[in-house]
């Protein structure tokens, strides 16, 4: 778990740079640049290729984690299995493509009465789709062959530096709202584009793919896994991005907007959980298959407390500083109205990141059709969430519904982990981590909070920030809460200090 932890460490560099960088983005310059309902069909158009994107894959990027082992061999280029990953999400690509206008009419329908302003760009989700499956495909690739560094600074910092320029010239007078779409679309196409570049120089293009490789009836189980897991990619993806949809269809584009921006802060939380995840998953595949379980348990265990203390630190920063967070953003009185958006997504997230690693558990082991079954569930239970819930309770009632939508999935997936292989995600680790959260919770309470102009708000969340950091990082070496933080810090200190670290 230490590599894991410094190669998470060194993604996460490249994802919280992306966060910096859709912090200035998504809280500064699309609120100042765009009318809430430009911002919002600008997300929109984004989140629902998402959505799209997780079953036009037809599972590619998980054949791709699950199967690679079988295809390694650096001297051939892995038998060009780069090959098969890209080829077989085209059969997906055109039965979306030819599903999605076959079913126009009633897309524009469906945003016809709140959200018109959508209908005009709704198509442009076709490209995006398909450009969104081939990076997740690219992505698998990378990760299995040990890099994760580029794909996420391409995905992290190159993604959304075009996005703020492509907003700011707009916001500018450069171009029309119309142009400055078809800008961002053609972004994500130029993702794809650079991350098979990368590839190439690495060595490790090759579409010629060894047929003769798929053996035993290999290619039967691999479509088989791909297909059968690509109903739980939908049912992720509903589960997390249907409740913006649905406001659009009942609320309006105003309310999506506030909602989106709360949501946005809310999410920063688990920017370290994707980093771990990537990491995590090709070790975790391989172990699982060689049924390697001490492995598997302490992957299990340690990822959850690691992601439990970083998930925490990151959300006592983000909802101990709110007021001040909200009320810098331009068109703070409009925007400020997700403040409690803020608290039930983020406080889901952190629950579920202290899970650990139980979703990818089930996902790569041969009790994968549970997993399917439970997202399919949880995707009915989400949209019967927000059905009831947004006209009782607006936003507030869409960040209710999937909060509350993410503690049962979460359970449930904890609770599947446990029947199949008697294992829990908590060790007495876990207890030293929740007091020290608490610990720092408390003392926020009685630091100074300034609010008034910009320079005075600033200044209070930089030096609130320090401080509860401080107290935090302090108090989890003290308490040695975990011993690959411990490590991590030691080997730092001997590398800067030429001093052998001590285990």
Not at 413 to 426: G, I, N, T
């Given at each position: 778990?230490?590599?894991?932890?410094?190669?998470?460490?060194?993604?996460?560099?490249?994802?919280?740079?992306?966060?910096?960088i859709?912090?200035?983005?998504?809280?500064?310059v699309?609120?100042?640049?765009?009318?809430p309902?430009?911002?919002?069909i600008?997300?929109?158009?984004?989140?629902?290729?998402?959505?799209?994107?997780?079953?036009?894959?037809?599972g590619t990027?998980?054949?791709?984690?699950?199967?690679?082992?079988?295809?390694?061999?650096?001297?051939?280029?892995?038998?060009?299995?780069?090959?098969?990953?890209?080829?077989?999400?085209?059969?997906?690509?055109?039965?979306?493509?030819?599903?999605?206008?076959?079913?126009?009419?009633q897309?524009?329908?469906?945003?016809?009465?709140?959200?018109?302003e959508?209908?005009?760009?709704?198509a442009?989700?076709?490209?995006?789709?398909?450009?969104?499956i081939?990076?997740?495909?690219?992505?698998?690739y990378?990760?299995?062959n040990?890099?994760?560094?580029?794909?996420?600074?391409?995905?992290?910092?190159?993604?959304?530096?075009?996005?703020?320029?492509?907003?700011?010239?707009?916001?500018?007078?450069?171009?029309?709202?119309?142009?400055?779409?078809?800008l961002?679309?053609?972004?994500?196409?130029?993702?794809?584009?650079?991350?098979?570049?990368?590839?190439?120089?690495?060595?490790r293009?090759?579409?010629?793919?060894?047929?003769?490789?798929?053996?035993?009836g290999?290619?039967?189980?691999?479509?088989?896994?791909?297909?059968?897991?690509?109903?739980?990619?939908?049912?992720?993806?509903?589960?997390?991005l249907?409740?913006?949809?649905?406001l659009?269809?009942?609320?309006?584009?105003?309310?999506?907007?506030?909602?989106?921006?709360?949501?946005?802060?809310?999410g920063?939380?688990?920017?370290?959980?994707?980093?771990?995840?990537?990491?995590?998953?090709?070790?975790?595949?391989?172990?699982?298959?060689?049924?390697?379980?001490?492995?598997?348990?302490?992957?299990?265990?340690k990822?959850?407390?690691?992601?439990?203390?970083?998930?925490?630190?990151?959300?006592?920063?983000?909802f101990?500083?709110?007021?001040g967070?909200?009320?810098?953003?331009?068109?703070?009185?409009?925007?400020?109205?997700g403040?409690?958006?803020?608290?039930?997504?983020?406080?889901?997230?952190?629950?579920?990141?202290?899970?650990?690693l139980?979703?990818?558990?089930i996902?790569?082991s041969?009790?994968?059709?549970?997993?399917?079954?439970?997202?399919?569930v949880?995707?009915?239970?989400?949209?019967?969430?927000?059905?009831?819930?947004?006209p009782l309770?607006?936003?507030?009632?869409?960040?209710?519904?999937?909060?509350?939508?993410?503690?049962?999935?979460?359970?449930?997936?904890?609770?599947?982990?446990?029947?199949?292989?008697k294992?829990?995600?908590?060790?007495?680790?876990?207890?030293?981590?929740?007091?020290?959260?608490?610990?720092?919770y408390l003392?926020?309470?009685?630091?100074?909070e300034?609010?008034?102009?910009?320079?005075?708000?600033?200044?209070?969340?930089?030096?609130?920030?320090?401080?509860?950091?401080?107290?935090?990082?302090?108090?989890?070496?003290?308490?040695?809460?975990s011993?690959?933080?411990?490590?991590i810090?030691?080997?730092?200190?001997?590398?800067?200090?030429?001093?052998?670290?001590?285990?």
């Amino acid at each position: 778990m230490g590599i894991i932890i410094r190669q998470s460490l060194k993604a996460s560099l490249g994802a919280y740079i992306g966060v910096a960088i859709g912090i200035v983005n998504q809280l500064l310059v699309s609120p100042e640049f765009l009318e809430p309902h430009q911002l919002a069909i600008s997300r929109i158009l984004l989140e629902n290729s998402l959505v799209f994107a997780a079953f036009a894959h037809l599972g590619t990027p998980f054949i791709g984690d699950r199967f690679f082992s079988y295809f390694r061999d650096d001297k051939t280029k892995h038998n060009g299995f780069l090959g098969f990953l890209l080829s077989f999400p085209l059969i997906g690509v055109a039965l979306f493509t030819l599903a999605y206008f076959l079913f126009e009419e009633q897309i524009q329908n469906y945003f016809s009465a709140k959200s018109p302003e959508l209908i005009p760009y709704h198509a442009l989700v076709v490209p995006l789709t398909i450009f969104w499956i081939y990076l997740v495909v690219l992505e698998a690739y990378c990760r299995n062959n040990a890099r994760i560094a580029i794909p996420t600074f391409v995905r992290e910092v190159y993604l959304k530096l075009a996005n703020v320029f492509i907003v700011l010239l707009f916001g500018l007078g450069w171009y029309s709202f119309d142009l400055m779409i078809y800008l961002l679309v053609a972004s994500y196409g130029s993702a794809v584009i650079i991350l098979l570049f990368y590839i190439a120089h690495l060595g490790r293009f090759s579409l010629r793919f060894d047929f003769g490789q798929l053996r035993n009836g290999m290619f039967r189980q691999m479509v088989y896994y791909g297909l059968f897991i690509v109903m739980g990619g939908v049912g992720i993806n509903l589960v997390m991005l249907i409740d913006r949809t649905m406001l659009s269809h009942g609320e309006g584009l105003k309310e999506t907007a506030i909602f989106i921006i709360a949501t946005y802060i809310a999410g920063i939380i688990e920017i370290p959980r994707k980093s771990i995840t990537q990491i995590s998953t090709p070790l975790l595949a391989n172990s699982i298959r060689e049924e390697n379980w001490t492995h598997v348990l302490e992957l299990y265990r340690k990822s959850s407390l690691n992601q439990l203390l970083v998930g925490g630190l990151a959300f006592l920063l983000v909802f101990t500083n709110i007021d001040g967070i909200l009320g810098v953003l331009p068109k703070a009185d409009l925007y400020s109205q997700g403040k409690w958006v803020v608290l039930f997504i983020s406080l889901s997230k952190l629950i579920d990141m202290a899970m650990g690693l139980n979703a990818e558990m089930i996902t790569y082991s041969k009790h994968f059709r549970y997993s399917t079954y439970l997202v399919i569930v949880m995707a009915l239970v989400a949209i019967a969430a927000n059905s009831y819930l947004i006209p009782l309770y607006g936003f507030n009632g869409a960040a209710l519904a999937t909060a509350l939508t993410t503690l049962l999935y979460t359970v449930s997936r904890v609770s599947l982990v446990w029947v199949f292989y008697k294992m829990l995600p908590f060790t007495t680790a876990a207890l030293k981590a929740l007091f020290v959260l608490i610990v720092t919770y408390l003392v926020s309470l009685i630091l100074p909070e300034w609010q008034g102009d910009l320079f005075f708000t600033l200044t209070s969340i930089v030096f609130r920030s320090a401080v509860l950091t401080g107290l935090f990082v302090g108090l989890i070496l003290l308490l040695r809460v975990s011993e690959d933080i411990n490590h991590i810090v030691a080997s730092f200190w001997a590398m800067v200090t030429k001093r052998k670290p001590v285990n």
